[in-house]
């Protein structure tokens, strides 16, 4: 527990009373696996149901219930684990966790100890300010999902659901790599990214379906680790950033008035923002594992590991640089659309033949913001890619300005209708045609001969004219064209 | 490796600390009771360390073989019924139980 952490550059202090403090964090997510059934048992793994209807006997942890293990949950585990770049553990074990709770049946959890599924790995994070930084991955290994406690239905009593007891998770330790509530919120997001590639988890927090416990201690840089408390069960990536801020902030204030840091559990409090001590939980921690005698070592032989190896799809990493490499995109960009293999997929589409920077362009710009107005997923998109294609390909050849696109645009959400279409209905082309915009310009100038006579002292006013022209042509005049008239006709 | 465990002792607090992790109240005049024959089994089983278990790798199950594996499919559930049937109190298919709050 108390080795160096190998990297020792110190990247992020805070300040204290008495100089700087780094911060000292490790993460361990769960991450529910997608499956149809759980782990142990032919119950349905879905979410919601009514009360206590996707409980088995084996769930309820009836007398003589024997646990099955689901094949297609230990492939999950192995994939996660190569998405993760991670040794894959051949031989691993299945170890009986014991603690007594009410969401609990069996009184242990099933989980895996001392030979997990899955062995150490990496996952590279791309941080705000461009820099990147490799975030250790101990271990993964499998376990049970307990029941869940309803304490606010009853002033008296606590209600049990055990529709969620027995569904498989994937336990993600990571080594105590992470040095700023960013970089975890950071770290979160990328894995959970990794994890909706491999199709391995939803990710969906609000279900609950990937949750973080977070180790966190401060140091003065240089010195040894300090004492750790654990937040558990944090189950949004912001709580996780305000969790860590808090109590990276609690802990300096501890130590600069003289106390010392209890290595404890606590809650952290989404109302007030503050994490405070779990203390009855305190004595309890000695979970007594040991090998569950319902179930053999876990084998998997090569060709099973090698089969899922083949089922790998492009992950995060290498499709950004991909996305670089064949579409000349700068990381920037590049990190936008693989962050949802969605948004990269419906990139490739617009991008195919046409200019990759006005796609990438309209995708997070136009498409991103009418997107979140609409509060809409990419792949419920009014506009498909390939209308977003058909308005690149208009302003490309000319038929439509910049601003007349965004007009058209706008129509396209509302109607769903093709680009094309709306500019034969609306008569939206651009107007190109020189004499045509000449006309315009020669208007525009008769009726402000005081501007003109002014603009030859201040070329500033050319743009007022350009807007002035641009109005009475209803936008559709060619921009560039009207500017270079503009100008002739002044003078300058 | 071999005397590792030979000086277990098995205290009063010891007993104390088990039934507290197990739910199971002792009476402390059972407590000594208990320190005495717990310890006895312990002895009893330190004969174990007699062994030489140098370069030999931990059984984690006396059975021989490979886990089976089962398909991913729903087979199970909707037997709210059964599940409820043992329980001392029940509402509305929950299970009701006495406040547990951290």
Same mark, same amino acid.
């Given at each position: 527990?108390?080795?160096?952490?190998?990297?020792?550059?110190?990247?992020?202090?805070?300040?204290?009373?008495?100089?700087?403090?780094?911060?000292?964090?490790?993460?361990?997510?769960?991450?529910?696996?997608?499956?149809?059934?759980?782990?142990?048992?032919?119950?349905?793994?879905?979410?919601?149901?009514?009360?206590?209807?996707?409980?088995?006997?084996?769930?309820?942890?009836?007398?003589?219930?024997?646990?099955?293990?689901?094949?297609?949950?230990?492939?999950?585990?192995?994939?996660?684990?190569?998405?993760?770049?991670?040794?894959?553990?051949?031989?691993?074990?299945?170890?009986?966790?014991?603690?007594?709770?009410?969401?609990?049946?069996?009184?242990?959890?099933?989980?895996?100890?001392?030979?997990?599924?899955?062995?150490?790995?990496?996952?590279?994070?791309?941080?705000?300010?461009?820099?990147?930084?490799?975030?250790?991955?101990?271990?993964?290994?499998?376990?049970?999902?307990?029941?869940?406690?309803?304490?606010?239905?009853?002033?008296?009593?606590?209600?049990?659901?055990?529709?969620?007891?027995?569904?498989?998770?994937?336990?993600?330790?990571?080594?105590?790599?992470?040095?700023?509530?960013?970089?975890?919120?950071?770290?979160?997001?990328?894995?959970?990214?990794?994890?909706?590639?491999?199709?391995?988890?939803?990710?969906?927090?609000?279900?609950?379906?990937?949750?973080?416990?977070?180790?966190?201690?401060?140091?003065?840089?240089?010195?040894?680790?300090?004492?750790?408390?654990?937040?558990?069960?944090?189950?949004?990536?912001?709580?996780?950033?305000?969790?860590?801020?808090?109590?990276?902030?609690?802990?300096?204030?501890?130590?600069?008035?003289?106390?010392?840091?209890?290595?404890?559990?606590?809650?952290?409090?989404?109302?007030?923002?503050?994490?405070?001590?779990?203390?009855?939980?305190?004595?309890?921690?000695?979970?007594?594992?040991?090998?569950?005698?319902? &179930?053999?070592? @876990? /084998? %998997?032989?090569?060709?099973?590991?090698?089969?899922?190896?083949?089922? !790998?799809? #492009? *992950?995060? +990493?290498?499709?950004?640089?991909?996305?670089?490499?064949?579409?000349?995109?700068?990381?920037?960009?590049?990190?936008?659309?693989?962050?949802?293999?969605?948004?990269?997929?419906?990139?490739?589409?617009?991008?195919?033949?046409?200019?990759?920077?006005?796609?990438?362009?309209?995708?997070?710009?136009?498409?991103?913001?009418? &997107?979140?107005? @609409? /509060? %809409?997923?990419?792949?419920?998109?009014?506009?498909?890619?390939?209308? !977003?294609? #058909? *308005?690149? +390909?208009?302003?490309?050849?000319?038929?439509?300005?910049?601003?007349?696109?965004?007009?058209?645009?706008?129509?396209?959400?509302?109607?769903?209708?093709?680009?094309?279409?709306?500019?034969?209905?609306?008569?939206?082309?651009?107007?190109?045609?020189?004499?045509?915009?000449?006309?315009?310009?020669?208007?525009?100038?008769?009726?402000?001969?005081?501007?003109?006579?002014?603009?030859?002292?201040?070329?500033?006013?050319?743009?007022?004219?350009?807007?002035?022209?641009?109005?009475?042509?209803?936008?559709?005049?060619?921009?560039?064209?009207?500017?270079?008239?503009?100008?002739?006709?002044?003078?300058? | 490796?071999?005397?590792?465990?030979?000086?277990?002792?098995?205290?009063?607090?010891?007993?104390?600390?088990?039934?507290?992790?197990?739910?199971?109240?002792?009476?402390?005049?059972?407590?000594?009771?208990?320190?005495?024959?717990?310890?006895?089994?312990?002895?009893?089983?330190?004969?174990?360390?007699?062994?030489?278990?140098?370069?030999?790798?931990?059984?984690?199950?006396?059975?021989?073989?490979?886990?089976?594996?089962?398909?991913?499919?729903?087979?199970?559930?909707?037997?709210?019924?059964?599940?409820?049937?043992?329980?001392?109190?029940?509402?509305?298919?929950?299970?009701?139980?006495?406040?547990?709050?951290?």
């Amino acid at each position: 527990m108390n080795d160096i952490n190998t990297t020792s550059e110190v990247r992020h202090t805070i300040e204290g009373q008495n100089g700087e403090w780094e911060i000292i964090i490790g993460l361990e997510i769960h991450a529910q696996v997608t499956s149809e059934s759980k782990l142990f048992s032919g119950s349905s793994a879905s979410f919601g149901g009514a009360p206590m209807s996707h409980v088995s006997l084996v769930d309820a942890a009836m007398p003589g219930m024997l646990p099955v293990i689901n094949k297609h949950c230990v492939r999950q585990a192995v994939k996660t684990g190569l998405g993760l770049k991670a040794k894959i553990n051949s031989y691993s074990i299945f170890d009986r966790k014991n603690y007594f709770y009410p969401d609990l049946p069996q009184g242990y959890q099933i989980s895996q100890f001392k030979f997990p599924i899955v062995g150490e790995g990496e996952v590279k994070v791309s941080l705000k300010d461009g820099e990147d930084i490799i975030v250790r991955i101990e271990r993964l290994h499998l376990e049970q999902d307990a029941g869940k406690s309803f304490h606010d239905i009853d002033p008296e009593n606590s209600y049990i659901d055990l529709n969620r007891s027995g569904v498989a998770l994937m336990e993600i330790v990571t080594m105590p790599d992470l040095r700023s509530a960013d970089e975890a919120k950071s770290f979160v997001t990328k894995l959970r990214t990794i994890l909706r590639y491999l199709e391995t988890c939803d990710g969906n927090m609000e279900e609950g379906s990937l949750r973080a416990d977070i180790n966190v201690s401060v140091r003065k840089p240089g010195d040894n680790l300090g004492t750790r408390c654990e937040i558990k069960n944090v189950n949004s990536i912001r709580f996780i950033g305000m969790a860590i801020e808090y109590e990276a902030r609690r802990q300096v204030n501890e130590i600069e008035s003289g106390r010392e840091i209890i290595q404890e559990t606590r809650l952290f409090d989404v109302s007030t923002g503050e994490t405070r001590s779990m203390r009855s939980k305190e004595e309890a921690h000695d979970y007594r594992y040991f090998p569950d005698p319902d &179930l053999l070592p @876990l /084998n %998997l032989e090569d060709d099973f590991i090698k089969e899922i190896i083949n089922e !790998l799809p #492009e *992950l995060p +990493d290498y499709k950004k640089e991909r996305l670089i490499k064949s579409y000349g995109l700068n990381s920037y960009d590049a990190d936008i659309l693989v962050s949802d293999k969605n948004y990269a997929e419906y990139f490739e589409s617009v991008a195919n033949g046409r200019d990759p920077k006005i796609s990438v362009n309209w995708i997070t710009g136009e498409l991103f913001s009418a &997107l979140n107005k @609409l /509060n %809409l997923d990419i792949h419920d998109s009014p506009v498909s890619s390939e209308q !977003l294609g #058909e *308005l690149i +390909d208009l302003i490309s050849d000319g038929t439509l300005s910049g601003r007349l696109a965004k007009d058209v645009f706008e129509i396209m959400l509302e109607t769903k209708k093709n680009p094309r279409v709306i500019v034969e209905e609306k008569n939206l082309s651009q107007i190109t045609d020189e004499s045509s915009i000449e006309k315009i310009v020669d208007k525009i100038m008769e009726s402000n001969i005081d501007k003109v006579a002014e603009a030859r002292e201040k070329p500033k006013l050319i743009g007022w004219f350009v807007g002035q022209v641009m109005k009475e042509s209803q936008g559709k005049a060619n921009p560039a064209t009207v500017n270079n008239l503009v100008k002739k006709k002044i003078g300058i | 490796m071999v005397s590792k465990v030979n000086q277990m002792t098995i205290t009063k607090d010891t007993i104390r600390k088990i039934s507290n992790l197990a739910k199971i109240s002792i009476a402390d005049q059972e407590v000594e009771k208990l320190e005495s024959e717990i310890s006895s089994i312990i002895r009893w089983v330190e004969a174990l360390n007699e062994v030489d278990t140098e370069n030999v790798d931990p059984m984690s199950n006396s059975l021989t073989g490979a886990l089976r594996m089962r398909e991913d499919l729903v087979t199970d559930g909707n037997k709210v019924s059964d599940i409820l049937s043992n329980s001392p109190v029940d509402d509305e298919n929950f299970f009701v139980v006495p406040k547990v709050i951290e």
